[in-house]
């Protein structure tokens, strides 16, 4: 291939790949085709350049489109030398990153060019929980291709010049770009989820190397391990101070304070990412009911309710970590769900899968309620009855059916209405009620609750129930697959 024509597709391969790791595969493949005067064309490495590298000194496979070829469209040998990647990845047992800058499909191999996508396509079905999948969104990514990204495991997109969408934003009836950019990187990481982490080039590329640094290289062999220099009971003395944004307590209990936080900017009430545990890779569920920015500055509020789309956020983030082996850590603070009527079209589904997603899951879960943990939605947060093996409580959770008063109000309806202080009649029973049935010490006497600890002590804790948890094994009822 031409240095003119390498600049962007190699470049962007050699800057994410450890120095001089970079082999290529495939660099002689041109296209075959022959109509509408494809043969006066020239299609180095036919658009796309494949091989393997590392990062971090692990194996891993690239391909990156070249739009200056044909715009980087999809033929027939285009596909062939993905699909032959990803051959070779599952035989290895390494991830496939794939750096898109992409037309479309090759309007001159039609067929052709269609039956190849088709063969990517099945290719990342094989591959799904076996091996990482990876897409970063460089230029165009549209049609076919888009489905493409949606098939990865983490979506990474260009906010500058990247372009994500089934049908573009003019194609859409009442729409146009200026109206509302249905394919920029801010609509596809806030609307729809699609994307995991949006931001520069530089950004992106450094970004997936720590993502690959983190996780495992495949779902059998498990290198995503590493050695610990923080101390494992260093004592979170201001940990409750941050019940409302889980995101900063997550990184406070990580092995020094990293925090990998996946589609941040969807569904925001809702936390998921990777920390750190004694080197071990952990992904996170978390409830947020308040979000600050680095400096310290509340940019967003909450309700601590499930919505439909917090629900999806963490099922498909479950299903991942259930796939690789990566243990679960769920921090609770939640007393129901949404009430919308747009909500209301998908919240019950929504919580059905990730109830399923939890309950399927065969790793070691540990589960810490910091806050509420009320009726149907705090089970569906991992709770013992779905299958955690260790719950704790802070001191002050609040775990039971509904709210104390709320309570109150239904069980004492008649006496209330009688009542000559009917506020502090309430106020008196709800402390009860609360001591009874809904404090961290009424759910551990009945064995819902293993421990109450203090807050300050959660990251000792927390480890040391994982790996009590290491070799943890569960069987299942043999079946072919679950179909919630």
């Known amino acids: 291939m031409s240095n003119s024509t390498k600049n962007s597709a190699s470049n962007r391969i050699h800057a994410l790949l450890d120095e001089n790791s970079f082999v290529e595969v495939g660099g002689y493949v041109t296209a075959r085709n022959t109509d509408f005067n494809m043969t006066a ?21 690239v391909y990156s489109q070249e739009a200056s070829v044909l715009g980087g ?68 990514c549209g049609g076919g291709m888009a489905v493409s990204a949606a098939m990865s495991d983490f979506t990474f997109m260009e906010t500058k010049g990247g372009r994500l969408f089934v049908n573009s934003p003019n194609a859409i009836q009442g729409n146009y770009t200026e109206k509302c950019n249905t394919a920029s ?9 699609m994307v995991d982490f949006a931001g520069d080039a530089d950004d992106i590329i450094n ?79 978390a409830n947020r009911t308040e979000s600050y920015n680095e400096s310290g500055v509340k940019t967003g509020e909450y309700d601590a309710l499930l919505s439909g789309q917090g629900c999806e956020k963490a099922a498909r983030f479950i299903h991942f970590c259930d796939a690789f082996s990566i243990p679960v850590l769920t921090l609770v603070n939640v ?32 589960t810490v309620i910091l806050g509420q943990a009320l009726g149907t939605a705090y089970l569906t947060m991992n ?66 609750v293993d421990d109450i600890i203090d807050a300050s002590e959660t990251r000792a804790r927390v480890i040391a129930a994982f790996e009590m948890l290491f070799t943890k094994r569960e069987d299942r009822p043999a079946k072919k697959h679950g179909t919630i």
């Not at 658009?47 to 496979?61: A, K, N, Q």
């Not at 299958?387 to 209330?416: F, H, Q, R, T």
């Open 335 to 366: 007393k129901g769900y949404e009430t919308t009527k747009c909500s209301e079209k998908k919240i019950a589904r929504a919580a059905a899968g990730l109830t399923y997603a939890f309950a399927n899951a065969t790793v070691p879960k540990v």
């Open 207 to 285: 970004n997936i190397r720590t993502l690959i640094s983190i996780l495992p290289a495949n779902s059998e062999d498990d290198m995503s391990y590493d050695e610990c220099n923080d101390d494992l009971n260093r004592i979170c003395s201001d940990l409750e101070n941050y019940v409302g944004d889980t995101a900063i307590a997550l990184a406070q209990i990580s092995d020094n304070q990293f925090f990998m936080e996946t589609r941040k900017e969807y569904a925001a009430s809702m936390v998921t990412g990777f920390i750190r545990l004694n080197g071990m890779t952990v992904g996170c569920v």
């Open 383 to 448: 709770s013992k009855s779905i299958g955690a093996d260790i719950v704790y409580a802070w001191p002050s959770a609040c775990i039971g059916m509904m709210e104390p008063a709320e309570a109150v109000k239904i069980m004492y309806a008649d006496e209330i209405a009688k009542a000559e202080d009917g506020k502090a009649l309430i106020s008196d029973q709800s402390e009860s009620y609360r001591q009874l049935q809904s404090s961290a010490v009424s759910a551990a006497k009945r064995g819902y």
């Open 41 to 61: 064309k020239e299609t180095p490495a036919d658009g796309v350049v494949t091989g393997y590298g590392t990062i971090e000194g692990c194996l891993v496979y």
């Open 185 to 193: 990187a801010d609509f596809q990481s806030r609307e729809t989820g």
């Open 73 to 140: 469209s999809v033929g027939e040998m285009h596909a062939r030398k993905i699909t032959k990647l990803y051959t070779m990845a599952m035989k290895t047992g390494a991830p496939v990153i794939g750096l898109v800058d992409c037309a479309g499909l090759r309007l001159q191999e039609a067929t052709d060019s269609l039956n190849g996508l088709g063969e990517i396509y099945m290719s990342q079905t094989l591959a799904s929980g076996v091996i990482p999948q990876i897409t970063a969104i460089f230029g165009t």
